[in-house]
C-alpha cells in the first residue's frame, strides 16, 4: 500500500507525531498529534490528495498516471501543519530522512533511535521514513520485516554481557521459522555484515532462518549449508552437498 511507509512499519511515526504535537507551534494553534496524520480524515492532511503526496488519473485504455498533487507538491499534509516545526524541521522534512539521518537527528529519544537503529542494523540506513512501501523490492521489504521484529531489541551487547543479557523472544507464539528469498539481492558488502548480524540474533533468541541465496559471502557464512543442482531448472532440484560450515 502506498499509504504504508517504514516509520509505521517499525513503529516510530507514533512517537514523531507526538513530539511534534508537543512543539509551541502546535499548541498555539491547538493540534494533537492526529493532525500529523496523513491517513486520518481529520486529520491534517491534504485534502486534494488525501495524504497520498500523488493525484491518480486513471486512463481508460493505458495504464493509470500518477503525478505530484499541485496543491501540496508532493507533501502530504496542509501548508498550516508544515508550518509545525521540531528541531527546525516540519513533518515533510522528517519523512524524508532517511533512516541513517533520523537517527542522528533524534539523539536523546532513545526509543525512537532503537528502532531506527534496526533498520540500520537490517542493511536499510538509505531507506526514508515515509518511502511508500510501494515502492521497496522484494529484498528490502524482507529485511524491512526483520527489522519490524528486532525493533526495539538491542542489537549489541553495549554495557551488559551477552552471559548475563536474557534474550528476549521476538513473537507471541514463542519459536519461529524464518524463510528469505535472496535477501543479499543489491546489497553492499557492508550492508550484508548488518543482515547476518540480524539474522545471528534470530538464531540466538531461539528461531530458525533459512535463507536461499546464491551469494558466497552470505552462503559462507551459513551453520548447515545444502546445494541443489547439478543445474537449473529441470536439470536441478537434487541435492549436491550437504555439510555442517561451523
Known amino acids: 500500500s502506498r499509504r504504508s511507509i517504514p516509520a509505521t512499519w517499525i513503529g516510530v511515526f507514533d512517537d514523531i507525531r507526538v513530539l511534534l504535537s508537543e512543539t509551541h507551534e502546535a499548541k498555539k494553534r491547538n493540534f494533537s498529534r492526529a493532525m500529523f496524520s496523513f491517513n486520518a480524515a481529520a486529520g491534517g492532511r491534504c485534502p486534494i490528495c488525501e495524504g497520498r503526496g500523488i493525484v491518480t488519473v486513471a486512463m481508460q485504455f493505458l495504464a493509470d498516471i500518477e503525478t505530484p498533487c499541485e496543491e501540496c507538491h508532493g507533501q502530504r499534509f496542509r501548508p498550516d501543519v508544515l508550518d509545525v516545526r521540531y528541531r527546525d524541521r516540519s513533518i515533510d522534512d522528517i519523512l524524508n530522512m532517511t533512516a541513517d539521518d533520523a537517527f542522528v537527528f ?114 559462507s557464512r551459513a551453520d548447515w549449508l545444502i546445494e541443489l543442482g547439478p543445474g537449473p531448472v529441470k536439470l536441478g532440484g537434487r541435492i549436491v552437498s550437504s555439510n555442517a560450515r561451523k
Open 106 to 219: 533524534f539523539n536523546g529519544h532513545h526509543r525512537i533511535q532503537q528502532r531506527l537503529n534496526a533498520m540500520r542494523q537490517a542493511g536499510l540506513a538509505y531507506i526514508r521514513l515515509g518511502q511508500p512501501l510501494s515502492t521497496i523490492s522484494g529484498g528490502e521489504a524482507q529485511r524491512l520485516r526483520i527489522a519490524a521484529l528486532l525493533a526495539g531489541l538491542p542489537l549489541s551487547d553495549g554495557d551488559v554481557a551477552a552471559e548475563n543479557r536474557k534474550m528476549p523472544t521476538l513473537t507471541r507464539a514463542g519459536r519461529t521459522m524464518f524463510l528469505l528469498d535472496e535477501p543479499s539481492a543489491g546489497l553492499h558488502l557492508q550492508d550484508l555484515d548488518h543482515l547476518v548480524h540480524c539474522i545471528n540474533f534470530l538464531v540466538q533468541t531461539g528461531h530458525s532462518v533459512i535463507v536461499v541465496d546464491h551469494d558466497d559471502a552470505l552462503t
